[in-house]
């Protein structure tokens, strides 16, 4: 299972907030995932997702529902402590426009 997984075809379901090509599955993974995906899965893969939601804990738990007994947690972070990103309170929306600093932009709202 990769979670937001953006454009990237790792994986036989892919989930994201919004529809891609790559996107088997749309929904918001801060709600939690489906309850009948309870120890479904071997892995669970998510690339640079976790420094953007509002509850990791929350996520990681659900991560680890789905996974079965001797499933693995792959996660890939971006520098969530760069200092940029803290200033600013997210790297989705930065609340000040700077035309020099190349921030995130993220998708959608």
Do not use: Q
């Not at 994201?16 to 918001?28: F, L, W």
């Not at 709600?31 to 892995?43: A, H, I, T």
């Not at 953007?52 to 972070?77: A, D, Q, W, Y």
């Not at 971006?78 to 803290?86: L, M």
């Amino acid at each position: 299972m990769n979670v937001g997984c953006g454009d990237e075809t790792y994986g036989d379901v892919r989930v994201d907030i919004y529809p891609t090509r790559a996107t088997t599955h749309v929904m918001d993974v801060e709600k939690g995932f489906p309850k009948e995906w309870e120890n479904k899965f071997d892995v669970v893969y998510s690339k640079n997702l976790l420094e953007h939601v509002i509850n990791p804990g929350f996520l990681l738990t659900e991560m680890k529902r789905v996974l079965k007994p001797s499933g693995k947690i792959i996660i890939i972070t971006d520098n969530a402590g760069f200092w940029k990103f803290h200033i600013f309170d997210t790297h989705t929306k930065p609340k000040v426009p700077l035309k020099r600093l190349s921030l995130y932009a993220g998708r959608g709202e």
